[in-house]
């Protein structure tokens, strides 16, 4: 898998004291932008239907009135 193939990479720069392939600047990008779709998906509302609106700035409607 992708985080196996990172670590053994890593691994490997330590050990041969090459640069490693992700650096400490991108592998904190990444964690924060992972924080943020964490967080963001946390925060979403969402009803668990397929057909109907989701998230939480969906306007429900009242239903509508026959006048007289």
Not at 34 to 47: F, G, I, M, T
Not at 53 to 59: D, M, N
């Amino acid at each position: 898998d992708a985080l196996t193939a990172e670590l053994r990479s890593f691994l490997d720069a330590v050990r041969t004291g090459r640069t490693p392939e992700v650096d400490g600047r991108q592998a904190l990008a990444a964690l924060e932008l992972a924080d943020r779709v964490v967080r963001s998906v946390a925060a979403h509302a969402w009803d668990g239907t397929a057909e109907g609106p989701t998230g939480p700035h969906v306007a429900t409607r009242a239903p509508l009135r026959r006048a007289g």
